[in-house]
C-alpha cells in the first residue's frame, strides 16, 4: 500500500476538499456549530460575483480553425481541386499552424471531405441502408475527381482521409464484440481502400506531416505490431515535432487496449522527450503520457510523476499562449480528476499532477477558453457530439470558474475581488 508523504497528504486534502466543493458534498459542521440557532441564509455568492476575467467565446485559434475548414469546403465545392490541392501542399510544407497548434493543411484538408462525411454520418444515424445512395454517391465522387488527378499526393489523401472517416462513422467507438459485423466489414472496407489510395506514394520521401499524419490514422485496421505502431509515429513526430497531437496519439495507441504495452509507453514517452528535447525540454515525456493516464489507471500508476511536472513546466516555456494556458489547466483540474477513486496506486500521481492546476492558474491565466475547459470535462474526448455549443460552453465556463474560484478561496472570504490580467490575478478589496 502507498504511504504518502506529508506533502502529497496536504496536496490529497486540499484537492478532496476542492473536488467535494464542485461536486456539492456537504460537509459536516462542528457540534457548536450544528447546536447554534439557525440563521436567516444569505444568498450564494456566485463565482463570477469574485472573479473578473475576460472569456473568450470564439478565440483566435477558433476563428482561425473555422476560417481553414471553411476555405477548404469552399474550393471542394467550387471544383477548384488545383487551388484546393496547391494551399494544402503550402500549408504542409511550412508547417503552418492556427495559433493553438492545429496544422493548416489537415483543416483545409477537413473542410474539403466534410459535406461527404458528414452526409454519410446522416444517412447512418437515419437507418438508411448499406446500400443507400447518400452513403456512396460523396465518396464516389471523390475518387472520380482522384482518377482525374492520379498523380496528386494532397487530393488522394483528402479521399483516403474521407475514407477512413467514414470508416470510423461505419463502426462506431463501442467496444469490438458489440459492433454488428456489417459494420465491421463496410469499416475494414474503407480502411482498405484509404491505404491502397496512400500506397501510391512514396511518404518518406515526400516529408509531407499531413500524409505521415493519415499513415498513422490507418494503423486501426492495418496493424497490431506494437514497434511498426511507434516506428510510424516516429516518423511523424520526427517531420513535425510542434504538433503535441502527434505524440498523444502515440501514448494513447501505446496503451495495451490498442497496439501497445505499459513498458513500451514509458519506453516510447522516454525516446520521444529525447528526440524533441530541443523544441519541448522534458514536454515530449509530458505529452506522450497526457492522455493515456487521462484514460488509464495502470498508466496512470506508472508514470514518473517528477519527469512529468517538469515537462509541464518545460510546455509552458515553450508556447506559453493563453489556448495552452487554457489546455494544461483545465486538464489538471478537471480531466485528471475524472478517474479520481477508481484506482488507489493511481489517485496519488492524478492528486500531485492536479496540484500543478494552482500554478497554472496563478502564474499563467489571463483569459478563459470557455470550450476547451467544456472538453475537458469529456476527457477531450474528440468523438463527443455537441447538439448545442452555447449550452457546451457554458458549462465549461461554470467549471472553470468554479475551480478558480475555489483556488482562491481565501482571498475571496477575506473580502477580495480577483481580477485576472496580462500581470497576473490582481486583488482589491470590495
Same mark, same amino acid.
Given at each position: 500500500?502507498?504511504?504518502?508523504?506529508?506533502?502529497?497528504?496536504?496536496?490529497?486534502?486540499?484537492?478532496?476538499?476542492?473536488?467535494?466543493?464542485?461536486?456539492?458534498? +456537504?460537509?459536516?459542521?462542528?457540534?457548536?456549530?450544528?447546536?447554534?440557532?439557525?440563521?436567516?441564509?444569505?444568498?450564494?455568492?456566485?463565482?463570477?460575483?469574485?472573479?473578473?476575467?475576460?472569456?473568450?467565446?470564439?478565440?483566435?485559434?477558433? =476563428?482561425?480553425?473555422?476560417?481553414?475548414?471553411?476555405?477548404?469546403?469552399?474550393?471542394?465545392?467550387?471544383?477548384?481541386?488545383?487551388?484546393?490541392?496547391?494551399?494544402?501542399?503550402?500549408?504542409?510544407?511550412?508547417?503552418?499552424?492556427?495559433?493553438?497548434?492545429?496544422?493548416?493543411?489537415?483543416?483545409?484538408?477537413?473542410?474539403?471531405?466534410?459535406?461527404?462525411?458528414?452526409?454519410?454520418?446522416?444517412?447512418?444515424?437515419?437507418?438508411?441502408?448499406?446500400?443507400?445512395?447518400?452513403?456512396? &454517391?460523396?465518396?464516389?465522387?471523390?475518387?472520380?475527381?482522384?482518377?482525374?488527378?492520379?498523380?496528386?499526393?494532397?487530393?488522394?489523401?483528402?479521399?483516403?482521409?474521407?475514407?477512413?472517416?467514414?470508416?470510423?462513422?461505419?463502426?462506431?467507438?463501442?467496444?469490438?464484440?458489440?459492433?454488428?459485423?456489417?459494420?465491421?466489414?463496410?469499416?475494414?472496407?474503407? @480502411? &482498405?481502400?484509404?491505404?491502397?489510395?496512400?500506397?501510391?506514394?512514396?511518404?518518406?520521401?515526400?516529408?509531407?506531416?499531413?500524409?505521415?499524419?493519415?499513415?498513422?490514422?490507418?494503423?486501426?485496421?492495418?496493424?497490431?505490431?506494437?514497434?511498426?505502431?511507434?516506428?510510424?509515429?516516429?516518423?511523424? =513526430?520526427?517531420?513535425?515535432?510542434?504538433?503535441?497531437?502527434?505524440?498523444?496519439?502515440?501514448?494513447?495507441?501505446?496503451?495495451?487496449?490498442?497496439?501497445?504495452?505499459?513498458?513500451?509507453?514509458?519506453?516510447?514517452?522516454?525516446?520521444?522527450?529525447?528526440?524533441?528535447?530541443?523544441?519541448?525540454?522534458?514536454?515530449?515525456?509530458?505529452?506522450?503520457?497526457?492522455?493515456?493516464?487521462?484514460?488509464?489507471?495502470?498508466?496512470?500508476?506508472?508514470?514518473?510523476?517528477?519527469? @512529468?511536472?517538469?515537462?509541464?513546466?518545460?510546455?509552458?516555456?515553450?508556447?506559453?499562449?493563453?489556448?495552452?494556458?487554457?489546455?494544461?489547466?483545465?486538464?489538471?483540474?478537471?480531466?485528471?480528476?475524472?478517474?479520481?477513486?477508481?484506482?488507489?496506486?493511481?489517485?496519488? +500521481?492524478?492528486?500531485?499532477?492536479?496540484?500543478?492546476? &494552482?500554478?497554472?492558474?496563478?502564474?499563467?491565466?489571463?483569459?478563459?477558453?470557455?470550450?476547451?475547459?467544456?472538453?475537458?470535462?469529456?476527457?477531450?474526448?474528440?468523438?463527443?457530439?455537441?447538439?448545442? +455549443?452555447?449550452?457546451?460552453?457554458?458549462?465549461?465556463?461554470?467549471?472553470?470558474?468554479?475551480?478558480?474560484?475555489?483556488? @482562491?478561496? &481565501?482571498?475571496?472570504?477575506?473580502?477580495?475581488?480577483?481580477?485576472?490580467?496580462?500581470?497576473? +490575478?490582481?486583488?482589491?478589496?470590495?
Amino acid at each position: 500500500m502507498l504511504t504518502p508523504s506529508r506533502q502529497a497528504r496536504n496536496a490529497i486534502s486540499r484537492m478532496i476538499h476542492l473536488i467535494g466543493d464542485q461536486l456539492s458534498i +456537504p460537509q459536516k459542521a462542528p457540534p457548536a456549530a450544528r447546536a447554534a440557532p439557525i440563521a436567516t441564509a444569505l444568498p450564494q455568492k456566485r463565482p463570477e460575483d469574485s472573479l473578473s476575467i475576460p472569456v473568450m467565446d470564439h478565440s483566435a485559434d477558433d =476563428i482561425a480553425c473555422r476560417a481553414a475548414q471553411a476555405q477548404g469546403q469552399f474550393l471542394a465545392r467550387q471544383e477548384r481541386w488545383d487551388e484546393l490541392s496547391a494551399e494544402i501542399a503550402a500549408a504542409d510544407v511550412a508547417r503552418d499552424k492556427t495559433p493553438g497548434g492545429m496544422p493548416v493543411a489537415e483543416l483545409l484538408a477537413y473542410g474539403a471531405r466534410a459535406d461527404v462525411v458528414n452526409a454519410v454520418e446522416h444517412a447512418l444515424s437515419e437507418g438508411q441502408e448499406a446500400g443507400a445512395r447518400p452513403l456512396i &454517391d460523396g465518396i464516389m465522387a471523390l475518387e472520380a475527381v482522384r482518377m482525374l488527378h492520379r498523380d496528386d499526393p494532397y487530393l488522394a489523401t483528402v479521399v483516403a482521409l474521407a475514407h477512413i472517416d467514414i470508416g470510423w462513422t461505419w463502426r462506431g467507438t463501442g467496444w469490438e464484440t458489440i459492433v454488428p459485423s456489417i459494420n465491421r466489414r463496410r469499416c475494414a472496407a474503407h @480502411f &482498405d481502400r484509404a491505404s491502397a489510395l496512400l500506397a501510391l506514394f512514396d511518404t518518406a520521401h515526400l516529408k509531407s506531416p499531413m500524409l505521415a499524419s493519415a499513415a498513422c490514422a490507418l494503423l486501426h485496421g492495418n496493424t497490431k505490431d506494437t514497434m511498426s505502431v511507434a516506428n510510424s509515429y516516429e516518423r511523424l =513526430i520526427d517531420l513535425d515535432p510542434l504538433d503535441n497531437r502527434h505524440m498523444r496519439a502515440l501514448g494513447n495507441h501505446m496503451l495495451p487496449r490498442w497496439f501497445g504495452s505499459y513498458p513500451a509507453l514509458e519506453l516510447e514517452a522516454r525516446r520521444t522527450a529525447s528526440r524533441t528535447e530541443d523544441t519541448w525540454g522534458a514536454g515530449g515525456y509530458t505529452w506522450v503520457y497526457f492522455d493515456a493516464i487521462a484514460n488509464d489507471e495502470q498508466a496512470c500508476a506508472q508514470v514518473d510523476v517528477e519527469f @512529468f511536472l517538469d515537462g509541464l513546466r518545460d510546455i509552458v516555456e515553450t508556447r506559453p499562449s493563453q489556448e495552452m494556458i487554457n489546455l494544461l489547466a483545465s486538464y489538471c483540474a478537471v480531466a485528471l480528476c475524472n478517474g479520481l477513486g477508481l484506482s488507489e496506486h493511481a489517485d496519488l +500521481p492524478r492528486l500531485q499532477i492536479a496540484e500543478a492546476a &494552482d500554478w497554472l492558474i496563478r502564474d499563467h491565466l489571463c483569459e478563459l477558453h470557455p470550450m476547451i475547459w467544456a472538453h475537458a470535462a469529456d476527457g477531450f474526448d474528440n468523438n463527443t457530439r455537441i447538439t448545442s +455549443p452555447s449550452r457546451f460552453a457554458a458549462r465549461g465556463r461554470a467549471d472553470a470558474l468554479q475551480i478558480i474560484a475555489d483556488l @482562491f478561496r &481565501d482571498e475571496i472570504n477575506r473580502g477580495h475581488k480577483i481580477t485576472f490580467t496580462a500581470e497576473g +490575478p490582481q486583488l482589491s478589496l470590495v
